[in-house]
C-alpha cells in the first residue's frame, strides 16, 4: 500500500506577524466551527475517493495557529481521520503551538488523543527580537509553554528561531541558540528571516523602514547555527533543520522526498499521483465550496516529466545526505549521469556538489548556494 | 487634364498636432471613400491591399474636389514621414509639391518639428497654408499660434484656417485655401522626361512600387525608363494613382503624380530623390537635391543564443527589401560572438528595425549601445570612417579624429532654460541662437556633437522639463574632437561590444558611470567580478562585484513547492538570455548601461 502524508491547515490566528505570508487569518470563533466542519467533510471526500487504498504515515496540523481551535475540535480532527483512513501504527502525528495559545489540559487532552509531536514557534527568547516580530508571546510565555509540553508527556518536541532579524548581533543569536538548546529539544529549525512578498515586512522594507543584515552577515548567522547546533549533538539534516538521532521531522521528510502527500484545509496543497493542487485560500471560501461540491480545489497541474524530476532535485538537495539516485532513475526510467552530465561535471568542478553513484548532495560549499545549484538542473 | 486644376500638396507637423486626422478628414470629404470604408481602407489597409496585390501607403493619394462653384480639381496629397530621422525623404516628398498645409495645435503652438519641417517647405519655395487645429479643446488658443506664426514663422496669419479634424470643422475652408492659393504644377508635357521619385517600397506581389512626380514631359505604359543615379534601365509595366483605391492610368503628364511598376526587383535598385527619364530620349539634366542617404547611427545586432545567427541574417535581408535605408554586415565580436552591425537613419529609425526583427522575425537579440560614425585621420593623410568604436584599435598611426555634429532645435517654456543650458552645457553643446517665440515660450539652437544626442538625450530633456520641451535636430558636419576610446574590461579581459568613444574631458566621469551601472545591472555570481573602464592601458574606474556566497531558500514544505519552482524556472529563463563573456554572464541590459552615464 502507498504511503501519504497528511497535512491539515488550520488558517486562524490571534494576530497576524509581520514577516508572516502563510495563508492566516484572524481567528472567528463562529467560522471556526464551520470550517472544523468543512474540513471533516473534505477529509471523507478524498478518504473515499483519491486517497482511498493509501496509508497515512504522517499527520501534520500546520497553520495559522493550530492551537487556536477549541481542543475538543483537535481530538476531533484526529478521530476522524482516524476513522476514515488507514493511519500508520507509528504514524507521526504533529502540530504547531505558539506560545501564548496553550496550556497544560488542552496539551494533555491532545497527548491522550494521539497527536505525538508538538513543533513550538518561539522565533526568538528575547523582548525586543519578538516585538520587532510581531509576536504576542512573552520570553516566559516560551518557557511555560515548553515545560507545559514537556510535562503533557511530548517526547518529541520541536522548536522554530528566526535570524538574521533587523538589527541581531550575533551575541544575541548565539544566545537564542544556547537558550534553545538548554530545552534539550529533540528536533530544532532556524530559519533566516526572508522577506516575502505582500507581508508588512515588505512594505517597510519598501519604504526603507526596515533593513536586513547584510549577505555575509547573513550567512555568518547561519555558518553559526549550523556549528552550534551541531557540536551539541544534533543532526543538520536539512537546510534550516536540526535534529536528534531518529528524530527527523518525518511528515516534512515526504516532502523533501518529492512523495506523496494530502494537504486539507483553506489554501492547502496536495502532491497525488504526479499531480499537484492547491485549495483556494480565503476560509470563508473554502468552507462554501467544501458545502456544496466537497472539494475547493482552486489550482492544480500535471507535472511534465523534466518537472517533476526538477522538483525531485530542488526538494532532494534540500537534504544535507542529498537525493537517493536509483529511486529517481526508477521513478522516471532515466539514467541520473546521461540526463544531469554537463551539469554535474560543472558543478563538481566548482566544488558545490558532492556525488557517489547513489546519492548527489550538495557540499558544504554548495549548501550556501542551493538555490544557484538546483537552477542549474532545471529545464 | 488640365494643369491649372491640378493641387499637389502635403500636411506637415509636429507629433500628434493632428495631421492623420486632418488627411482622413479630406479624404473623406472628397467622397474619397464612404465613412464606412474609411476604418478598414486608410487606416488598417496593409492585408486588403496585399490581397489586391498590391500596398499602398495610406496618405498618399489623389482625391477629386468639387467646390461650390462646380469646378472640379484633383488633389494629390502627398504623405511624407513624420520623424526627424527621415528629413531626407520629408524633403523629397515636398519636392513633388507645390505647397503645404502646415498643421499647428491650437493648444500647443509652434513645436520643433513645426519648425523643422517648415523650414524644409520654405527651402523649396513652397506655398505654407498655415492650419490651425484641435481649435475646439477648453484650452485653444488660436491668436497666440497666429501671433507665433507672424513672429516666428514670418507666415501672414491672416489667411489661418481654423479647423477641428477631428469635429471635421474648417474641412471645406481648407479645401478652398488649397485651390485658391496652393499653385498649380508648371512643367511641358512635350519636353523631355523628368520625373521625381520621392518614395519607394516593396511589394511582394509586384515588386518594388515607386511614387513619382512628372515634372517634365510625359510617361506612357510600356515607356523604357532609366534611373538617373543608379543607371537602372527598365520597362513601365503600369501606371496609376491611389484614391486611396487603386485606379490605373496609361498615361501621367507633367504636373502629375502617381504610381509606377516597372518590374523592379530590388527595392534597392530606386533611390529616393532620383531621376526617372527616357532611355531613349533622356532629359540632359537630372533633378537637383538628390543624394545617397548614409545611415547615421550604427549599433550591433547579436542573436543571444548562436544558433539564431541565421535567422537573424535572413529576417535582415527580407527587412531590408522594405527598407532600404537600413544597412548591416556581418561582424564578430570577441565577447558577442558572431552578429552584425547595422545603421540607421536616426533613433527612431533604429527602435523601428530592433522592434520589427523581434516581433516579425522573432529573433531574440542583444543589441549594443549606438554610436555615431567617426572619421579617423591618419598620419599620412588617409581618412578612415568606422562605426564601431571597437575598430579604432586596428588603426595605426591616428593623427586626429572627427565626430559629427548636428545642429539641435529646442522649444521650450521659458522657466527651463536653465535646464536646458545646463543639460546641453554638459552635452558639449554650443549654443547659437536664442530667441522668445512669444512671452512665455523659447527656441534655443545648439551646435552638439551627435554621439552627446544618441545616447539618452530626448529623454532626459523631456525629463527635465516635464516633457514641455520639443527637440529636432539636424547633421552639420564633422568636426575635430579630442577623443578617446573608453574600454572595460571583466576579469581583465576587454568587453569589445562595450567600447566606447568618448569626449577626453568627459571620459574619467564616463567611466566612472560606466562601471558603477554595470555593477548593477550584472547579478552576483559564484565568483568575484572585476569591472574595469580603462583608457588605453590605464585604468580610470573600477568596481568589483563580490562573488555571491548565500542563495539559499530557508523554508520549502508542501505548500511553497509549486511557487518556488515557478521562481526558479522563471529565474532560468532570465539565465538563459544572459550572455556569457568569459566565466561571467551578463544580462542584455547590461550592454546598454552606457545609456546611463550622464558624464557629470
Excluded at chain 1, 514557534?121 to 520570553?139: A, M, N, T, W, Y
Aim: charged letters at 25%.
Amino acid at each position: 500500500m502507498n504511503s501519504l502524508g497528511l497535512y491539515l491547515h488550520i488558517p486562524y490566528c490571534l494576530h497576524k506577524c509581520g514577516y508572516c505570508d502563510f495563508n492566516s487569518h484572524k481567528i472567528n470563533t463562529e467560522e471556526m466551527d464551520a470550517y472544523v466542519t468543512a474540513l471533516l467533510r473534505e477529509m471523507a471526500h478524498y478518504a473515499k475517493g483519491p486517497a482511498k487504498d493509501r496509508q497515512i504515515a504522517t499527520i501534520f496540523l500546520g497553520g495559522g495557529t493550530p492551537t487556536t481551535l477549541p481542543v475538543h475540535w483537535l481530538e476531533e480532527i484526529l478521530k476522524t481521520i482516524r476513522d476514515r483512513f488507514n493511519v500508520a501504527d507509528d504514524c507521526e502525528i504533529s502540530f504547531e503551538a505558539n506560545p501564548a495559545t496553550v496550556s497544560l489540559e488542552p496539551l494533555q487532552r491532545m497527548r491522550t488523543a494521539g497527536y505525538n509531536r508538538i513543533s513550538i514557534g518561539v522565533q526568538s527568547f528575547h523582548e525586543p527580537e519578538l516585538k520587532l516580530l510581531d509576536r504576542i508571546h512573552s520570553e516566559e510565555e516560551i518557557h511555560m509553554t515548553v515545560e507545559k509540553a514537556r510535562e503533557a508527556g511530548f517526547d518529541n518536541l520541536s522548536l522554530d528561531l528566526m535570524f538574521a532579524l533587523p538589527g541581531q548581533t550575533m551575541a544575541s543569536w548565539e544566545d537564542n541558540l544556547a537558550q534553545a538548546l538548554s530545552k534539550n529539544p529533540e528536533h530544532l529549525s532556524t530559519y533566516n528571516l526572508t522577506i516575502e512578498p505582500e507581508t508588512a515586512f515588505h512594505t517597510l522594507k519598501a519604504k526603507g523602514k526596515l533593513t536586513l543584515p547584510p549577505d555575509d552577515f547573513q550567512l555568518e548567522f547561519y555558518k553559526k547555527s549550523i556549528q552550534t547546533v551541531t557540536e551539541a549533538g544534533y543532526r543538520h539534516y536539512e537546510i534550516s533543520n536540526f535534529c536528534k538521532p531518529e528524530k527527523e521531522c518525518r511528515h516534512n521528510l515526504i516532502y523533501w522526498n518529492n512523495g506523496d502527500t494530502l494537504g486539507l484545509g483553506a489554501g492547502a496543497s496536495s502532491y497525488l499521483d504526479g499531480s499537484r493542487f492547491k485549495n483556494c485560500n480565503l476560509p470563508a471560501r473554502y468552507i462554501r465550496e467544501i458545502e456544496t461540491q466537497s472539494t475547493a480545489v482552486e489550482f492544480s497541474e500535471q507535472l511534465e516529466s523534466r518537472q517533476a524530476m526538477g522538483e525531485t532535485l530542488m526538494l532532494g538537495l534540500r537534504l544535507r545526505e542529498g537525493m537517493n539516485i536509483p529511486p529517481f532513475e526508477e521513478r522516471f526510467q532515466t539514467s541520473f549521469h546521461k540526463t544531469y552530465d554537463e551539469v554535474i561535471s560543472s558543478l563538481t568542478k566548482k566544488n558545490l556538489i558532492t556525488l557517489d553513484k547513489n546519492r548527489i548532495a550538495l557540499s558544504p560549499e554548495g549548501l550556501f548556494l542551493a538555490d544557484s545549484v538546483i537552477l542549474e538542473f532545471l529545464a | 487634364m488640365n494643369q491649372n486644376q491640378l493641387r499637389n500638396f502635403s500636411i506637415i507637423a509636429h507629433i500628434d498636432h493632428g495631421k492623420s486626422t486632418l488627411a482622413d478628414k479630406l479624404i473623406l470629404s472628397t467622397g474619397g471613400l464612404e465613412k464606412r470604408e474609411m476604418k478598414e481602407q486608410v487606416l488598417d489597409n496593409m492585408d486588403l491591399e496585399r490581397e489586391r496585390g498590391i500596398t499602398i501607403k495610406a496618405q498618399t493619394v489623389c482625391l477629386s474636389y468639387k467646390n461650390a462653384k462646380g469646378e472640379i480639381y484633383t488633389f494629390n496629397m502627398i504623405d511624407t514621414p513624420g520623424h526627424v530621422d527621415f528629413t531626407y525623404e520629408v524633403s523629397r516628398s515636398l519636392a513633388a509639391c507645390e505647397g503645404v498645409l502646415l498643421v499647428v495645435d491650437a493648444t500647443q503652438g509652434i513645436q520643433a518639428q513645426t519648425l523643422a519641417n517648415l523650414n524644409l517647405a520654405m527651402q523649396h519655395d513652397l506655398y505654407i497654408i498655415p492650419v490651425i487645429n484641435k481649435i475646439d479643446l477648453p484650452s485653444a488658443d488660436p491668436d497666440n499660434v497666429k501671433e507665433q506664426l507672424e513672429d516666428i514663422c514670418q507666415i501672414e496669419a491672416d489667411e489661418a484656417v481654423l479647423v477641428s479634424a477631428k469635429e471635421g470643422i474648417g474641412i471645406e475652408e481648407v479645401m478652398n485655401a488649397v485651390v485658391a492659393h496652393i499653385p498649380p504644377p508648371t512643367g511641358d508635357c512635350d519636353s523631355p522626361l523628368k520625373c521625381l521619385l520621392f518614395d519607394a517600397w516593396y511589394d511582394s506581389y509586384r515588386g518594388v512600387i515607386v511614387l513619382i512626380k512628372v515634372k517634365e514631359g510625359t510617361l506612357k505604359t510600356g515607356d523604357e525608363i532609366v534611373m538617373m543615379a543608379t543607371g537602372n534601365k527598365f520597362t513601365v509595366e503600369e501606371l496609376g494613382v491611389f484614391t486611396p483605391a487603386q485606379q490605373r492610368k496609361e498615361i501621367l503628364r507633367a504636373g502629375e503624380v502617381g504610381y509606377m511598376v516597372a518590374n523592379i526587383k530590388q527595392l534597392d535598385q530606386t533611390k529616393i530623390g532620383d531621376t526617372v527619364t527616357h532611355s531613349q530620349k533622356p532629359t540632359s539634366e537630372a533633378l537637383p537635391g538628390y543624394k545617397e542617404v548614409k545611415p547615421m547611427v550604427f549599433s550591433g545586432l547579436y542573436p543571444i543564443s548562436g544558433d539564431q545567427y541565421e535567422m537573424l541574417r535572413d529576417a535582415l535581408k527580407k527587412l531590408r527589401l522594405n527598407d532600404a535605408s537600413v544597412s548591416y554586415e556581418a561582424e564578430t565580436s570577441t565577447a558577442l560572438g558572431f552578429g552584425f552591425r547595422c545603421g540607421f537613419l536616426g533613433l527612431l529609425h533604429m527602435e523601428i528595425v530592433r522592434e520589427r526583427l523581434t516581433r516579425e522575425y522573432h529573433v531574440d537579440l542583444l543589441t549594443t549601445a549606438p554610436t555615431v560614425v567617426y572619421n579617423i585621420f591618419t598620419t599620412d593623410g588617409q581618412v578612415i570612417q568606422i562605426d564601431n568604436p571597437a575598430k579604432l584599435n586596428e588603426i595605426k598611426n591616428i593623427d586626429h579624429l572627427e565626430e559629427p555634429y548636428v545642429v539641435g532645435t529646442i522649444i521650450a517654456p521659458e522657466e527651463y532654460i536653465g535646464t536646458i543650458m545646463a543639460l546641453t552645457r554638459d552635452r558639449r553643446g554650443n549654443q547659437v541662437k536664442m530667441e522668445y517665440l512669444n512671452p512665455g515660450t523659447v527656441l534655443l539652437q545648439y551646435e552638439i556633437p551627435f554621439n552627446e544626442i544618441v545616447l539618452d538625450f530626448y529623454d532626459k530633456l523631456k525629463s527635465s522639463t516635464k516633457g514641455f520641451a520639443s527637440f529636432d535636430y539636424e547633421f552639420i558636419d564633422f568636426r575635430a574632437s579630442n577623443l578617446v576610446k573608453l574600454d572595460v574590461l571583466l576579469n581583465g579581459e576587454v568587453v569589445d561590444a562595450l567600447s566606447m568613444i568618448v569626449h577626453k574631458d568627459k571620459v574619467y566621469f564616463q567611466g566612472r558611470d560606466l562601471v558603477k551601472n554595470l555593477k548593477e545591472q550584472i547579478p552576483r555570481q559564484m565568483y568575484e567580478v572585476a569591472i574595469q573602464a580603462a583608457v588605453g592601458s590605464k585604468v580610470i574606474a573600477r568596481q568589483t562585484i563580490k562573488a555571491l556566497r548565500k542563495n539559499v531558500l530557508a523554508k520549502c514544505y508542501g505548500g511553497d513547492i509549486t511557487r518556488k519552482r515557478k521562481l526558479l524556472e522563471k529565474q532560468k529563463e532570465g539565465k538563459k538570455k544572459m550572455k556569457q563573456i568569459g566565466k561571467v554572464e551578463i544580462p542584455q541590459e547590461a550592454f546598454l548601461a552606457v545609456l546611463r552615464t550622464d558624464g557629470k
